[in-house]
């Protein structure tokens, strides 16, 4: 595909500032980092990362057209994004111990398909990502060169590419925060309530979004 280097480096710059701002995916892939190290933070970044291919590839094939265009369609899938968001700030804030605290190394296995699961429905259940690629991605595409499916599936892979690299950059640095979390569990126990408190502040935003 044939963009300037204008558009490159515009293209460059609005996808790394996506993945720099606060979101829900972030607190999400920030918490999991401190709480079980870099292992388990590369794989809720790659289950996130994977709900955003999802819609990546809705937009190409035109579905994400019905959520910009359907209030019902929108609003259903906010509110159960919303409510997915707030069950998991609530099950944070009132946890009796800190996610540090378990250490059975045979739930590993579980735990990390789990955190997978949980980041992809994460992204996968925000109509607000639907909708950024569905606008985002076709002012970079070249429609009089053809296979706009294929430029878009590339140019939406390009944008996670570069989400999961700065995801992972959090990811490396907040891990050598576990090792002093895990020696001051109480401290621990406070940092998860006020992930599970802006979690549940992303779901009540996420609730009252609109469409524009």
């Given at each position: 595909?044939?963009?300037?280097?204008?558009?490159?480096?515009?293209?460059?710059?609005?996808?790394?500032?996506?993945?720099?701002?606060?979101?829900?995916?972030?607190?999400?892939?920030?918490?999991?980092?401190?709480?079980?190290?870099?292992?388990?933070?590369?794989?809720?970044?790659?289950?996130?990362?994977?709900?955003?291919?999802?819609?990546?590839?809705?937009?190409?094939?035109?579905?994400?057209?019905?959520?910009?265009?359907s209030?019902?369609?929108?609003?259903?899938?906010?509110?159960?994004?919303?409510?997915?968001l707030i069950?998991?700030g609530?099950?944070?804030?009132?946890?009796?111990?800190?996610?540090?605290?378990?250490?059975?190394?045979?739930?590993?296995?579980?735990?990390?398909?789990?955190?997978?699961?949980?980041?992809?429905?994460?992204?996968?259940?925000?109509?607000?990502?639907?909708?950024?690629?569905?606008?985002?991605?076709?002012?970079?595409?070249?429609a009089?060169?053809?296979?706009?499916?294929?430029?878009?599936?590339?140019?939406?892979?390009?944008?996670?590419?570069?989400?999961f690299?700065?995801e992972?950059?959090?990811?490396?640095?907040a891990?050598?925060?576990?090792?002093?979390?895990?020696?001051?569990?109480r401290?621990?126990?406070?940092?998860?309530?006020?992930?599970?408190g802006l979690?549940?502040?992303?779901?009540?935003?996420?609730?009252?979004?609109?469409?524009?």
């Amino acid at each position: 595909m044939i963009m300037s280097i204008e558009s490159w480096s515009l293209f460059i710059i609005s996808a790394s500032l996506l993945s720099l701002s606060p979101g829900p995916d972030l607190i999400f892939i920030l918490s999991k980092s401190l709480a079980h190290g870099r292992k388990i933070g590369l794989t809720a970044a790659a289950g996130v990362c994977t709900g955003a291919f999802v819609h990546v590839l809705a937009a190409a094939l035109g579905l994400s057209a019905i959520l910009a265009t359907s209030a019902t369609a929108f609003m259903l899938v906010k509110y159960v994004g919303a409510a997915y968001l707030i069950y998991l700030g609530i099950k944070a804030l009132f946890a009796k111990e800190s996610a540090l605290a378990f250490k059975d190394k045979t739930n590993k296995k579980t735990s990390a398909s789990s955190v997978f699961r949980q980041g992809m429905l994460i992204d996968i259940l925000n109509p607000k990502v639907a909708i950024f690629f569905m606008a985002f991605l076709p002012q970079f595409i070249t429609a009089q060169s053809g296979y706009v499916i294929e430029q878009t599936i590339f140019l939406g892979f390009l944008v996670i590419l570069i989400g999961f690299a700065i995801e992972a950059v959090y990811v490396f640095s907040a891990a050598p925060l576990a090792t002093y979390l895990k020696k001051h569990s109480r401290f621990a126990l406070w940092l998860d309530r006020a992930f599970g408190g802006l979690l549940v502040g992303l779901g009540a935003r996420l609730a009252t979004a609109s469409r524009t």
